[in-house]
């Protein structure tokens, strides 16, 4: 055989057999990425399974009503880690109470307890790691009760402040007002007395009546406070005084 056949068939050969390496690689890169996509595929499954499990534990499994988004349904889409930071920011929003100093803290602090109960719940979690939440939870439970009785103090100054200041208030009234000197001040004796004067001159006709009236209202209601039914009782005195 001539030397140029033998090179030619040692190329083929050769060719051939990089081609048959060239397909092997491939396939083998083709079932790894295969491979890849498949685990890929189970962790999101995985994944997806623990975040439903996470968001009926927070918020329950109530779907939206109306097509109106709900926290179950905001959970299912963005995730509960995004939830949570949510609904921590907005303990910052204080503009209801903002004297309250610690309710932001508060706030905080229940949500966080919520989620490592909800994670102790759901989660396979190692036994160590499950002792180190369980310790978390413990000093939170602690805090969130120095807090609770700190702010049931805070209320109870604000309570004491304002009783202080309605009642300097009413003092400033009753001060405020002029004081009647006691000879001004109208009795049943001197009503029935003006009544009995006026009708023994009979000048006035009805007048005495009416003036008899205006000097009952008045007495009444410095007598009683303007109170009901205390000023009708007082008022109907009227009867036995004609």
């Known amino acids: 055989m001539k030397p140029v056949v033998i090179i030619a068939i040692a190329v083929v050969c050769s060719v051939v057999a990089v081609l048959g390496v060239l397909?092997?690689?491939?396939?083998?890169?083709?079932m790894q990425a295969q491979q890849a996509y498949d685990e890929?595929?189970?962790?999101?499954?995985?994944?997806?399974?623990?975040?439903?499990?996470?968001?009926?534990?927070?918020?329950?499994n109530s779907m939206?009503?109306?097509?109106?988004?709900?926290?179950?349904?905001?959970?299912?889409?963005y995730g509960h880690e995004v939830m949570m930071k949510i609904e921590r920011d907005e303990c910052k929003d204080n503009e209801v109470l903002l004297m309250a100093t610690n309710i932001e803290r508060q706030c905080e602090l229940r949500n966080d307890l919520q989620y490592l109960n909800a994670i102790k719940t759901v989660m396979e979690i190692s036994n160590e790691d499950r002792q180190i939440i369980e310790t978390e939870i413990a000093?939170?439970?602690?805090?969130?009760?120095?807090?609770?009785?700190?702010w049931d103090e805070w209320e109870q100054r604000m309570d004491e402040y304002w009783e202080s200041k309605e009642a300097e208030k009413e003092q400033q009234i009753i001060t405020s007002t002029p004081q009647i000197p006691p000879e001004e001040i109208?009795?049943?004796?001197?009503?029935?007395?003006?009544?009995?004067?006026?009708?023994?001159?009979?000048?006035y006709g009805n007048g005495c009546y009416d003036k008899l009236k205006d000097n009952m209202d008045e007495y009444c209601r410095i007598a009683t406070g303007n109170s009901f039914?205390?000023?009708?009782?007082c008022f109907a005195e009227i009867l036995k005084i004609q």
């Open 23 to 30: 397909v092997v690689l491939e396939q083998v890169a083709i």
């Open 186 to 203: 109208l009795t049943l004796p001197i009503i029935k007395n003006d009544y009995s004067e006026c009708k023994k001159n009979e000048q």
């Open 139 to 150: 000093e939170m439970r602690n805090e969130l009760k120095k807090l609770n009785q700190e």
């Open 64 to 77: 939206s009503i109306g097509g109106e988004s709900n926290p179950y349904a905001d959970c299912l889409d």
């Open 40 to 60: 890929y595929q189970l962790q999101q499954e995985e994944l997806e399974k623990i975040n439903r499990s996470m968001c009926v534990e927070l918020y329950g």
């Open 229 to 233: 039914p205390e000023y009708d009782e």
